[in-house]
């Protein structure tokens, strides 16, 4: 927002309705006019007016009208970051991204993947794998590349996200013993455990225990599968489980400081027999 025009540059700042003043004019090289690139709107304002060339376009009568509506004060210039409805003197990042990303209906399954107690890392793979974006051996083959279609985990079917995820006799196992400590139902089908994690009735300390065993095991079972093509590096199934609950034990404990009572019943729940 201009106010003396001693830091607004004429041509390349947002100073006027029309924008880019160069573009506007449709100039290619502003000596045309007699101004200089980086003139300001101090120089051209003067003896209480505008001092400009002639108009000779439409387009340059249309500025110098806007002009006449235009006095410059005393008071220093200073930059404005507008949005539709609201301007403000700062740039915020957050609301930059909101304004220019493509606004989609929400999905049901939103707030089961990016939930606020969850692990980053966690929910970013559940919210790939949700998807269907993870390179999954099913999907290597439909884009022509050479692999043998078998899942690394148990070798007996093909490898699809739905069989990862858990119809594979090993990946469900891992995730049974997470389920069960949360108190969950589990499920081999992949599109079932959505549907009953979306609408599941229960508490809040084990619904949020259902959401991170879930995700920690879609992210160990990936790991795993990672290792065995990339490391050669195998586990059994327990030791994954293990290390999963661990992981997921430790997320709890950093509830303490925060909220010591919502820790303490996720714990209850998770360290029980």
Same mark, same amino acid.
């Given at each position: 927002? @201009?106010?003396?025009?001693?830091?607004?540059?004429?041509?390349?700042?947002?100073?006027?309705?029309?924008?880019?003043?160069?573009?506007?004019?449709?100039?290619?090289? *502003?000596?045309? +006019?007699?101004?200089?690139?980086?003139?300001?709107?101090?120089?051209?304002?003067? /003896?209480?007016?505008? #001092?400009? &060339?002639?108009?000779?376009?439409?387009?340059?009568?249309?500025?110098?009208?806007? %002009?006449?509506? !235009?006095?410059?004060?005393?008071?220093?210039?200073?930059?404005?970051?507008?949005? &539709?409805?609201?301007?403000?003197?700062?740039?915020?990042?957050?609301?930059?991204?909101?304004?220019?990303?493509?606004?989609?209906?929400?999905?049901?399954?939103?707030?089961?993947?990016?939930?606020?107690?969850?692990? &980053?890392? #966690?929910? @970013?793979?559940?919210?790939?794998? =949700?998807?269907?974006?993870? *390179? =999954?051996? /099913?999907?290597?083959?439909?884009?022509?590349?050479?692999? =043998? &279609?078998?899942? +690394?985990?148990?070798?007996?079917? /093909?490898? =699809?996200?739905? #069989?990862?995820?858990?119809?594979?006799?090993?990946?469900?196992?891992?995730? /049974?013993?997470?389920?069960?400590?949360?108190?969950?139902?589990?499920?081999?089908?992949?599109?079932?455990?959505?549907?009953? %994690?979306? #609408?599941?009735?229960?508490?809040?300390?084990?619904?949020? !225990?259902? +959401?991170?065993?879930?995700?920690?095991?879609?992210? @160990?079972?990936?790991?795993?599968?990672?290792?065995?093509?990339?490391?050669?590096? @195998?586990?059994?199934?327990?030791?994954?489980?293990?290390?999963?609950?661990? +992981?997921?034990?430790?997320?709890?404990?950093s509830f303490r400081d925060q909220n010591p009572v919502f820790c303490s019943s996720l714990l209850q729940i998770w360290i029980a027999p």
């Amino acid at each position: 927002m @201009f106010q003396d025009g001693a830091s607004t540059r004429f041509w390349s700042d947002n100073w006027s309705p029309f924008g880019n003043m160069r573009d506007f004019l449709n100039i290619t090289t *502003p000596s045309v +006019l007699g101004i200089c690139q980086n003139a300001t709107l101090a120089d051209l304002y003067y /003896d209480g007016g505008w #001092h400009l &060339p002639p108009p000779r376009s439409d387009t340059q009568l249309a500025l110098h009208t806007f %002009l006449t509506t !235009l006095n410059l004060s005393q008071a220093q210039d200073c930059f404005e970051w507008t949005q &539709p409805g609201r301007s403000s003197l700062t740039f915020k990042t957050g609301q930059t991204y909101d304004l220019i990303k493509i606004h989609s209906l929400p999905v049901s399954w939103s707030k089961i993947v990016w939930f606020a107690r969850g692990i &980053p890392k #966690h929910s @970013f793979l559940t919210w790939l794998v =949700t998807l269907n974006r993870c *390179p =999954t051996r /099913d999907r290597i083959i439909s884009w022509g590349l050479s692999t =043998t &279609p078998h899942c +690394l985990l148990c070798n007996a079917a /093909d490898e =699809t996200r739905d #069989h990862i995820f858990f119809e594979c006799p090993f990946s469900f196992a891992v995730w /049974d013993s997470l389920a069960r400590k949360a108190n969950c139902l589990p499920s081999l089908s992949w599109s079932q455990t959505l549907n009953y %994690l979306e #609408h599941r009735t229960c508490s809040k300390p084990e619904r949020c !225990l259902g +959401l991170l065993a879930w995700q920690a095991s879609i992210y @160990f079972i990936w790991t795993e599968r990672n290792n065995r093509l990339h490391r050669q590096h @195998f586990r059994s199934s327990t030791s994954i489980a293990a290390s999963a609950y661990s +992981l997921v034990k430790n997320k709890i404990s950093s509830f303490r400081d925060q909220n010591p009572v919502f820790c303490s019943s996720l714990l209850q729940i998770w360290i029980a027999p």
